[in-house]
């Protein structure tokens, strides 16, 4: 085991949860990194990352921030993403693209499980992951309590790298366990190194023992001083600490608090010593053996006056301005610092780049010279909350749908689309905030002012009794009169059978050529039946009718048809469809009893609940529900389980709707008909 430091560009990506401190631990690093002259602060609206209206004014990252700068001589890329659950596709996208995780978290037990989701897919996709423990300024919990709530989400033992140095009720610094030395906090300013304060060698020895215990466990070595009591050389505890880390084998485990520029250096140094170089993440998506060129798209912005932006990471061979990737001309390279672009000539592997104008590359695209295989692209979420929308300026149609187009290149989780069965116009995604967050996208940078609301249920009806019925459409008005007359057998269907026509004419009691149009005028009416909502499953027979030489047409029959569809379908006892989505439901399994009651609050049939593949810990519920009660559902779940629990939902079928619920559901159509 070595010590040298990693070589060539590294890229990290700064994840968490929500409000957790990322941004600010990005603003303080590239402070500490001198990459800006002045620390900017999130309250003041004037941080490197964050820099959009739709980001300014909430106060929360909307998007991924990206910065490159150096520190002490390595070159580090990072990727701030933002921690709201439900803009988690940028950091799905992000994750292709680096090389180790600092996983930002808050010294609070409640906000534990938040991580799970992310520490599980960190996991999966192989990513050497530490975590900062942030806001130690305000901890309410000691750092054991700490570690005792963060360890049962991981399977991999967390190692506390830092413990706190306690003043009376503030923490004022720490201790660094690999180092032995201890820090005190300069609010502002890099912390100062102080002697180990007394009083706190228990503590010291504890956590330090604890530390080289996890570290004994994968080296035989260190596994026989830690026995025999023997203290090994720091080099011998770095070159450790730095290859469990790098293997995934241990999640290290910093202390800080980024605000006051507290634990950020520590943070830095340990980046510039452990985070493997981009060969690793190359030997992991097997890019190490390209030939060429080989990039891949991490982000996509459309900028309010470069066009558009393709952020993406470099995995083999070099990247120059004017070069053609996938058919395209790169017009433009640049190295980012928030909104700011800095031109740069050419790009080597591990390298994260702007690139200018790739008008027909998307986000998790793979880019090459010579057409190389593409690297795999993370799962798009399936949507879990919609709202209908429309321009306010009936004129601005068009560009709404060009503008939509662009913030889906912009933001993959995001889906608009004309609902058939509703004629709406409707925006998907992963929740309320993340679908006003676009909403606003749309206004600030197309100009485009849209309202929004709950999205209609694609309600049917069908009937329920079989009956005959004539309809007679006769008209006597100087020159050709009109004449039409049908005799219908009205019947339902079994449920899913949908629209049956069938011509039991015999003896030309209608002739041939106007069958067609009796069937057509059946049609049209059932696009609105006796409660107004398109009617299903229902067999209509022609068996009888009459016809006049000169007066009858194929729009006489047709309006005949509709006459006696209008007369017959009243008395065929209506009944109401509302649509029933076969649901899914994931959690943590502690809160599977909370997920039932929700389930079956909503109207909900339980069909069973199951282990989640390959999440251990985690229960999958499986239910049949009204559509009409998944609109907030989301909302619910997650504050049912910490923002962890999640849904899938596809139809499964139309039930029949009675009593008060129907009523209402009838009642308000006919109010918006009426309105
Ligand atoms: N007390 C304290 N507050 C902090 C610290 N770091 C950040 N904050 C505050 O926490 C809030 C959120 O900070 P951000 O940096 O925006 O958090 P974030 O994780 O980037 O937030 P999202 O990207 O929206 O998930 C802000 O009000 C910060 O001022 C810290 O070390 N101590
Ligand atoms: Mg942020």
Redesign the pocket.
């Known amino acids: 085991m070595t010590n040298s430091i990693p070589t060539g560009p590294r890229s990290v990506a700064i994840i ?10 990005l603003e303080g690093i590239l402070y500490t990194a001198g990459a800006t002259g002045r620390r900017g ?3 003041e609206g004037n941080t490197v990352g ?1 820099s959009t209206p739709e980001a300014r004014n909430r ?3 909307t998007e991924v921030n990206v910065a490159t700068a150096t520190f002490m001589d390595s070159e580090f890329t990072f990727l ?1 993403c ?3 659950i439900e803009l988690l596709q940028e950091s799905l996208f992000v994750l292709s693209g680096v090389d180790a995780a600092v996983v ?1 978290c808050e010294p609070d037990n409640d906000k534990a499980q938040a991580l799970a989701p992310l520490l599980h897919t960190l996991d999966a996709l192989g990513i050497p992951h530490m975590l900062f423990v ?5 901890a309410t919990i000691t750092v054991q309590a700490l570690l005792d709530a963060l360890q049962p989400i991981s399977n991999k033992p967390m190692v506390l790298r830092h413990i706190p140095v306690q003043d009376g009720d503030d923490i004022s610094g720490y201790i660094d366990l690999a180092s032995e030395r201890a820090y005190h906090y300069q609010p502002g300013q890099a912390s100062e190194v102080v002697e180990l304060p007394g009083g706190e060698e228990d503590a010291f020895a504890e956590a330090r023992y604890g530390m080289l215990e996890a570290l004994a466990d994968f080296d035989d070595d260190l596994m026989e001083k830690v026995l025999e009591d023997i203290t090994p050389e720091k080099d011998e505890l770095y070159a450790n600490l730095t290859k469990d880390f790098q293997d995934g084998k241990i999640i290290p485990v910093l202390l ?5 520029e ?1 634990g950020l250096f520590r943070l830095l140094k340990a980046l510039r010593h452990e985070v493997p170089s981009a060969s690793a993440a190359a030997a992991r998506n097997g890019t190490d053996s390209a030939t060429g060129t080989v990039a891949q798209v991490l982000k996509t912005y459309h900028t309010q006056h470069g066009g558009k932006l393709s952020i993406a990471r470099v995995w083999a061979g070099e990247v120059k301005d004017g070069m053609t990737l996938n058919g395209q001309r790169v017009s433009g390279l640049f190295h980012m610092l928030g909104a700011e672009q800095k031109k740069i000539s050419s790009a080597l592997p591990g390298d994260v780049i702007g690139l200018g104008r790739m008008e027909d590359v998307i986000t998790g695209e793979t880019l090459s010279d010579n057409g190389a295989d593409a690297l795999p692209t993370p799962d798009i979420l399936p949507p879990v909350y919609s709202l209908a929308i429309a321009a306010v300026r009936r004129d601005d149609e068009v560009k709404l749908s060009t503008a939509l187009a662009k913030v889906r290149d912009e933001d993959p989780s995001v889906f608009a689309g004309h609902d058939d069965a509703t004629h709406q116009l409707v925006l998907r995604g992963q929740g309320d905030i993340h679908l006003k967050i676009t909403m606003d996208r749309l206004n600030n940078k197309y100009g485009l002012e849209v309202t929004s609301s709950r999205p209609k249920v694609p309600y049917m009806e069908a009937i329920r009794k079989t009956i005959e019925q004539h309809g007679r459409h006769k008209k006597q008005s100087g020159g050709h009169g009109q004449f039409g007359d049908v005799h219908i057998e009205i019947k339902p269907l079994p449920r899913g059978a949908g629209f049956e026509f069938v011509d039991k004419i015999v003896g030309g009691a209608i002739p041939r050529q106007y069958i067609p149009a009796v069937e057509a005028g059946v049609k049209e009416y059932l696009n609105k039946g006796p409660l107004g909502f398109p009617v299903v499953d229902v067999a209509v027979k022609l068996f009888d009718g009459q016809y006049h030489a000169v007066d009858s047409s194929e729009i006489a029959f047709k309006t005949a048809a509709r006459i006696a569809m209008n007369e017959g379908m009243k008395q065929c006892n209506p009944v109401l469809l509302e649509p029933i989505a076969q649901v899914d439901i994931a959690s943590p399994s502690e809160h599977t009893p909370k997920i039932n009651a929700i389930v079956s609050g909503r109207r909900g049939q339980i069909l069973g609940f199951d282990n989640r593949d390959g999440w251990a810990g985690w229960d999958v519920v499986s239910a049949h529900m009204p559509q009409s009660e998944l609109h907030d559902l989301i909302i619910e779940l997650r504050s049912a389980t910490q923002g962890t629990g999640s849904y899938t939902a596809s139809f499964d079928r139309l039930q029949e709707l009675t009593g008060r619920l129907a009523d209402d559901v009838v009642a308000a159509h006919n109010e918006e008909v009426a309105a």
């Open positions: 968490g949860p929500y409000l957790s401190g990322k941004t600010t631990v602060s999130v309250n964050d106060n929360m990252s701030d933002p921690g709201s930002v942030n806001k130690i300024d305000k800080g608090a980024a605000e006051q507290g």
